[in-house]
């Protein structure tokens, strides 16, 4: 299990370590682990939702629209819909079906609902 998260943490730190930008190169705003937290706290802020920092780092690649906190928490929160609360006991005809995550700039949104 240790093995499988260490494994985990160095690969998103090698896919997030291309996304950076050199400052002063004119290629806008450099995403740092900071930032992506920055980014994070504002959509949960906005919408209750905590995107996964794969999720942020796609997103930021895909489009120069998205070089902000802001522009970011918009996509994703307009994108995303509260889970229905349970209905009491259903069967499996009535019960709710498994539902991809939604697409922003084809970059699947990512991650969970918090309060």
């Known amino acids: 299990m240790r093995r499988a998260l260490f494994t985990l943490a ?3 730190s090698i896919c997030l370590s291309g996304c950076a930008t050199v400052p ?8 740092t682990a900071a ?7 504002t959509v949960r802020s906005a919408c209750g939702y ?5 999720t942020i780092a796609q997103l930021f690649a ?16 307009s994108a995303m819909t509260p889970p229905a ?10 019960a709710p079906r498994r539902v991809a995550a939604p ?7 990512r991650g969970q609902f918090v309060r």
């Open 103 to 109: 697409l922003v700039n084809g970059v699947r949104i």
């Open 85 to 94: 609360p349970p209905l009491g006991i259903m069967s499996r005809s009535t």
């Open 50 to 54: 905590l995107p996964t920092a794969n």
């Open 62 to 77: 895909s489009s120069s629209r998205f070089a902000n906190a802001i522009a970011i928490a918009n996509a994703i929160c």
């Open 24 to 31: 002063g190169s004119g290629g806008g705003a450099i995403l």
């Open 35 to 41: 930032y992506i937290a920055e980014i994070q706290a």
């Open 10 to 12: 160095a690969l998103a």
